[in-house]
């Protein structure tokens, strides 16, 4: 995800350095001088001066203001029982920031306060390297927006959801909000209101996209919302992987991050979709994600999720052709006053459907971690599979872990297995390891990465290294 010391000039070597930890915590910003901006507090006329700024046609500025109807009329849902999301004031926020201009093709056309900000959190880097495509979005809007040539002569289509809508308005009407509807709870209903940015990706028939597609979303204004709507169509045999990485400074006052993710896997597709979330302990991270898998589709979900104030998020895979496979393998890490409230959903709704949950939770200091799961086989369904796995580890006597599976199953001849685990790094690990020269710290982090090593070699080589440094620098925290 960086380039290596030794590639740096001598007198550079202790800047890079110090850039090394901001970009794994993301904890910097920039003063930035907006164009656009909403002010604060949702109302009716948020969502039209969000629908002047973007041009949006009738329809969907309609779409918006019925959606934000819905918002109002709607509770939390009955399992949403976070105080803190309670106290979260929606007249505090703001909606849009954007500053001019379309996203740039060009590196050097982004502007050098926002490009600042993404060369410091290595997203250059790594579409050099090893991407081939690439979208930066900074709060609101998308900055930049690239995909290499020979994939768009292929007819792949990767660009932000602004451009998707009115670029290619017939695949992306057909597929938008059929995944996930308006009403499907308060936060999916608060995003179709007021979403900018996210991505809009569409791979022909049979078209295998063997590097991956990143965006990367980063938040960098105090009392922001970031409410990117992100629309995948996968066609029938075709292939991609697609990566998503988050970040925000950290700042006194809350920000708000409710994402809408759709995913449609058709006849014989294959998707796996990445995320490493590491947000500051100010953000609410509030998001819906759901994908709807066809004959024989393969949809993968890949899920780490450092930092926020709450996370909620339940990646879901509905298995509505025969033959089916989905998998879900999630990560979460609950340090000091944060609570990680992470889970899957499986809904089986074609016989000889198959899905995999594995999820690993680490809770640190007071830090919370909540597995929420179901999984459904629909009324007729037969010779349907799951297997899901919850393993915990507590590292303070503080720490707090739970598991709240639902299970229900109406068809006939379908297995389904459900296993839960927690444990403690207890004292005579620790000792151990130091009676062979291993400083503390160091032990901790081993029996952390040893405890998540499984599901983080899932991630690319250039996230799993990431990935092990910022769970290293979370547990080394609350180490003495």
Not at 77 to 87: A, I
Not at 95 to 104: D, N, W
Not at 226 to 239: N, S, Y
Not at 459 to 474: N, T
């Amino acid at each position: 995800m960086m380039t290596s010391d030794k590639d740096l000039p001598d007198d550079q070597q202790d800047e890079r350095y110090e850039y090394s930890d901001a970009q794994r915590a993301g904890d910097f910003k920039y003063d930035i001088e907006y164009t656009y901006d909403a002010g604060y507090g949702l109302t009716h006329d948020t969502v039209d001066y969000i629908a002047d700024v973007k041009k949006d046609a009738p329809w969907l500025r309609q779409f918006r203001h019925d959606a934000l109807d819905t918002f109002f009329k709607t509770s939390l849902p009955k399992w949403f029982h976070h105080d803190s999301v309670r106290q979260l004031n929606f007249d505090t926020i703001r909606y849009y920031l954007a500053q001019e201009g379309r996203p740039k093709r060009s590196w050097d056309d982004v502007p050098d306060d926002i490009k600042a900000t993404f060369e410091r959190l290595g997203v250059p880097e790594k579409e050099r390297r090893f991407l081939a495509g690439v979208e930066a979005q900074f709060d609101s809007e998308s900055a930049y927006s690239r995909i290499k040539d020979h994939l768009q002569k292929l007819g792949v289509i990767f660009v932000d959801s602004t451009v998707g809508l009115n670029s290619y308005p017939d695949i992306f009407r057909k597929y938008f909000a059929s995944v996930i509807s308006v009403s499907d709870n308060k936060f999916s209903a608060l995003n179709s209101a007021v979403f900018s940015g996210g991505s809009f990706i569409y791979v022909p028939r049979g078209v295998k996209v063997e590097q991956p597609l990143q965006a990367y979303f980063r938040i960098n204004s105090e009392n922001f919302g970031q409410f990117e709507r992100t629309l995948i169509i996968v066609d029938e045999g075709a292939e991609l992987t697609y990566m998503e990485g988050c970040t925000a400074p950290k700042f006194e006052t809350s920000n708000l991050h409710s994402a809408v993710v759709e995913i449609v896997a058709l006849a014989h597709a294959k998707v796996q979709y990445i995320t490493v979330q590491n947000w500051s302990n100010s953000v609410y991270n509030l998001v819906t994600k759901r994908a709807i898998a066809h004959e024989s589709a393969d949809v993968r979900w890949i899920d780490c999720n450092i930092g926020s104030k709450l996370t909620t998020k339940y990646p879901a895979i509905v298995l509505s052709g025969e033959y089916a496979h989905g998998e879900v393998l999630s990560i979460a890490v609950a340090s000091n006053g944060q609570h990680q409230d992470t889970g899957a959903k499986m809904i089986h709704m074609a016989d000889n459907t198959c899905s995999n949950i594995v999820s690993k939770s680490i809770s640190i200091g007071n830090g919370v971690a909540t597995y929420h799961g179901l999984v459904r086989c629909t009324k007729g369904t037969t010779k349907c599979k799951n297997k899901t796995c919850c393993d915990a580890l507590l590292l303070n006597s503080d720490s707090c872990t739970a598991t709240y599976p639902k299970i229900f199953t109406d068809g006939n001849g379908n297995t389904i297995e459900h296993e839960a685990s927690v444990s403690r790094i207890t004292d005579e690990q620790i000792f151990y390891m130091m009676q062979r020269g291993i400083p503390e710290k160091n032990a901790i982090s081993l029996s952390v990465n040893g405890f998540v090593n499984d599901l983080v070699r899932e991630f690319p080589m250039e996230y799993s290294v990431e990935l092990k440094r910022l769970i290293a620098l979370e547990t080394e925290k609350f180490v003495g």
